[in-house]
């Protein structure tokens, strides 16, 4: 069965420093792969995606993603961390020719120190 | 502005009672769907429409229903209300799930 892995449950940084999290997958097909930012009381906002193409995608508030084949992964960068980045990060992946209908993680929160 | 607007925002039921959530959204999409997020559950998949007039059951469909009414409304009814279904409902749509999805606000809802 497929499944979507965020293997922290929270994250700490200061402001200013940089952020790396993580989502990895099990999947047997290529995968198309999200990742939604929620911030407290909100529904959830799309960041970033990779459907084909470039394995380094670029997203909305400066962030990035990297889909690495080898590794199952597609792991979420910010170079500096501001304040206002502090939510919930959800990874989605999805099987191309299937239903499409993606499988979401459970969740990394980010907390960012002043 | 465009976007999903869900209603009710906040909502607490008695154990037994019904009530149904309204999705609508403005964007001409085709596909539109219901989840439900808990704690560290993350999102699951209720039901969802991949276009007017198909609804199919997605992750967790137990003790709700769905009615696609038209291309811009999806609605989700509970017929008799659990504790169990205590939780933040999140509409969402989208032109194809590998496209992504723009959410709604979501509701709020508490079965005592």
């Known amino acids: 069965a497929q499944s979507v892995t965020q293997p922290d449950i929270h994250i700490t940084v200061s402001e200013g420093a940089s952020l790396e999290l993580r989502c990895n997958y099990s999947y047997g097909a290529t995968p198309y792969l999200f990742w939604y930012v929620q911030s407290p009381g909100q529904g959830l906002q799309l960041l970033l995606k990779y459907f084909s193409g470039d394995t380094l995608v670029q997203g909305i508030k400066g962030f990035e993603a990297e889909f690495k084949r080898s590794q199952s992964s597609f792991n979420l960068r910010k170079p500096s961390v501001h304040w206002s980045d502090a939510a919930e990060y959800f990874c989605?992946?999805?099987?191309?020719?299937?239903?499409?209908?993606?499988?979401f993680g459970r969740g990394t929160s980010l907390i960012v120190h002043p | 502005n465009a976007g999903v607007t869900q209603t009710p925002k906040f909502q607490v039921l008695k154990t037994g009672q019904s009530m149904t959530l309204q999705c609508a959204q403005d964007?001409?999409?085709?596909?539109m769907y219901w989840y439900r997020q808990d704690p560290g559950m993350g999102l699951r998949l209720i039901y969802y429409?991949?276009?007017?007039?198909?609804?199919d059951k997605g992750e967790v469909p137990n003790g709700y229903n769905v009615s696609r009414l038209n291309k811009r409304e999806f609605s989700l009814r509970l017929e008799s209300a659990a504790p169990s279904q205590t939780s933040v409902y999140f509409c969402a749509s989208g032109r194809g799930a590998q496209h992504g999805y723009t959410f709604g606000s979501g509701t709020r809802l508490t079965v005592v």
């Open positions: 964007m001409n999409h085709n596909s």
């Open positions: 989605a992946v999805g099987v191309q020719g299937g239903s499409y209908i993606p499988t």
């Open positions: 429409s991949a276009s007017e007039g198909t609804t």
